[in-house]
């Protein structure tokens, strides 16, 4: 099934396609035929994951990014995924971690995502094959209110690695960037933060509770009609900390391609199963936008901004850019 054509305000960004796009992009697209041929790295593969991930070399990917269906009733492009008991969604889990697990390299690392209602069943199916590291809580702000419950505007995303004694993690590429509210001076000088003619900022090491972060909206770039998509700058956070340039990801649930735009930004190799070809469309049009424009919005120049700094990022951005200008021309 394809979607609807939809009105859209003029300053909005969503990615539509063509029907020329539609068969340009589709020919970057791999399915399980052509996977069977012969696997490289960098491919969207159309196909269903449980059916095709034998295909796809062991122990070849440094980093894991998984956030497959929730326990919960979700129409993906036409096709349901149905809420079940939690005992079933574990066993469903069962039916694709392990050999997921396998793909994984043994110094490798595991980020795989979930709600307030199937986490508990993640870090149960987790636990039996790697390393429970951590469990990031990002409050994604956004969510449907309910009448006879607490709004759910919470995602939990399980960090695990093969060998705790044995991992890349790397706390320097994400430290985060925040205005400081109180400044300590010790002598009249900043203790720990930094003055500027647009306020006094702070560099922080990065905790497991993200609130700077938004689910992607129509006025971004990024955005799709993917009902679940993740924003670009959740995903730059985990695979700046836990791969380095040139390294392998692995996306066994792709959607909208997000772990694949954000591997191409950051100078790693992907590879993406999404069972819709819709959704493989999207990412196939995401990664060839990833040719012109790198940018990640949210972070700028090795820094992780606050949710709603876009000005203060781009002043930033725009000063250290002149600086180095004038570093180059002395
Ligand atoms: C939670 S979404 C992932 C969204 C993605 N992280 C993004 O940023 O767009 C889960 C995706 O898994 C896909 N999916 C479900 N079962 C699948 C299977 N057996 N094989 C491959 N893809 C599947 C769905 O179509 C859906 O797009």
């Given at each position: 099934m394809t979607t609807t054509k939809k009105n859209r305000a003029g300053r909005n960004r969503t990615v539509t396609l063509t029907e020329q796009e539609r068969e340009t992009l589709g020919r970057l697209i791999s399915d399980a035929d052509s996977l069977k041929a012969g696997f490289r790295d960098d491919m969207v593969i159309n196909a269903d994951m449980m059916e095709c991930i034998d295909d796809i070399p062991d122990a070849h990917f440094d980093l894991a990014i998984i956030d497959p269906p929730y326990n919960t009733d979700k129409v993906f492009n036409g096709t349901r995924f149905g809420a079940m008991s939690s005992a079933d969604y574990e066993d469903y889990l069962r039916g694709w971690f392990y050999k997921v697990c396998d793909k994984?390299?043994?110094?490798g690392s595991l980020y795989i995502c979930g709600d307030w209602k199937c986490t508990a069943s993640i870090q149960r199916v987790v636990e039996e094959k790697m390393t429970v590291m951590n469990r990031i809580s990002w409050q994604r702000e956004k969510g449907r209110g309910a009448k006879r419950n607490w709004k759910n505007s919470m995602e939990d995303i399980w960090f695990a690695v093969k060998n705790p004694n044995d991992y890349h993690f790397d706390v320097s590429a994400v430290m985060m960037r925040r205005r400081v509210n109180a400044p300590y001076r010790v002598e009249g000088m900043p203790k720990d933060w930094e003055e500027t003619d647009d306020g006094n900022f702070r560099m922080t090491h990065p905790s497991?509770?993200?609130?700077d972060i938004s689910v992607p909206f129509w006025?971004?770039?990024?955005?799709?009609?993917?009902?679940t998509q993740k924003p670009e700058k959740l995903y730059a956070k985990l695979i700046l900390a836990s791969s380095m340039p040139g390294d392998r990801i692995l996306d066994?649930?792709?959607?909208?391609g997000t772990a694949a735009v954000v591997a191409k930004k950051l100078d790693r190799h992907f590879c993406g199963i999404e069972i819709e070809r819709e959704y493989c469309l999207w990412a196939a049009k995401r990664l060839m936008n990833a040719d012109e424009d790198k940018t990640i919005q949210g972070y700028a120049d090795g820094v992780f901004w606050e949710r709603n700094s876009l000005r203060d990022m781009n002043k930033f951005v725009r000063k250290k850019k002149q600086g180095r200008k004038r570093k180059q021309a002395e």
């Open positions: 994984i390299k043994p110094d497991n509770f993200w609130d006025s971004m770039h990024e955005n799709t009609d993917h009902p066994p649930f792709l959607g909208s």
